[in-house]
């Protein structure tokens, strides 16, 4: 059985834990845009605890088989939802491929590596949705190549409403394990962060762009 509030309340618990997820409200982090903010996540960091990186595995799994049903491959974006996209299409039994940022400058000039089959339904693979955009690039390569993309699943998302919009508007369905209030939700009640700092947590949400500044 696929129980989302729970599932999203132990992802939490273990991005916290292993310090894939971090929260400093006091020392802001600065994003490659240029944004402040009081959270960095880094889910490359669960590869490296097997209890871990396998029930992320298997749950990936379940959500797919549960919001998808049927697919016959899967896609990594890269590069970070490589290995998760691997470990998924392992756990399936189903081809893998995955997405460049941008082509290759020798060579052939891939964009998406492995065996393209246009026609196949395909799921994709990331770890984390912010704005959606370089995700939802991948989703577009896909499609160019003649892929029925049946949506994206992801590790976590930090719930901006861009990132509704934006996969709204690409008509590309998403789920992820966790998200930013699920977070908040674990770190407040394991007394992971102060009540003071968890306002500052949830402005944060409300505006990214201007935070901080």
């Not at 999203?8 to 310090?19: D, G, H, M, S």
């Not at 880094?42 to 990936?60: F, V």
Request: hydrophobic content about 40%.
């Amino acid at each position: 059985m696929f129980n989302k509030s729970e599932i999203e309340q132990q992802v939490a618990e273990f991005l916290l834990q292993i310090k894939a997820i971090k929260l400093q409200p006091d020392k802001p982090f600065t994003w490659a845009s240029g944004w402040k903010s009081p959270i960095y996540c880094d889910n490359r960091i669960t590869l490296s605890h097997p209890t871990i990186r396998t029930y992320i595995r298997q749950k990936l799994t379940q959500l797919i088989q549960e919001e998808f049903g049927s697919v016959s491959s899967v896609a990594g974006v890269a590069t970070a939802g490589i290995p998760q996209g691997a470990l998924v299409a392992q756990e399936l039994g189903l081809p893998f491929i995955y997405v460049r940022s941008k082509p290759k400058d020798h060579g052939t000039g891939s964009l998406i590596e492995g065996e393209i089959i246009p026609g196949k339904r395909v799921v994709v693979i990331e770890d984390l949705i912010s704005t959606g955009k370089s995700s939802l690039q991948a989703v577009e390569a896909l499609r160019e190549a003649g892929y029925d993309v049946a949506g994206l699943a992801a590790i976590f998302s930090y719930g901006f409403d861009a990132a509704d919009e934006n996969f709204k508007k690409a008509k590309c369905k998403f789920f992820t394990l966790s998200n930013y209030n699920a977070l908040l939700k674990y770190a407040e009640q394991h007394n992971y962060i102060s009540p003071d700092n968890i306002e500052l947590l949830r402005q944060w949400r409300r505006s990214p762009e201007t935070w901080g500044r």
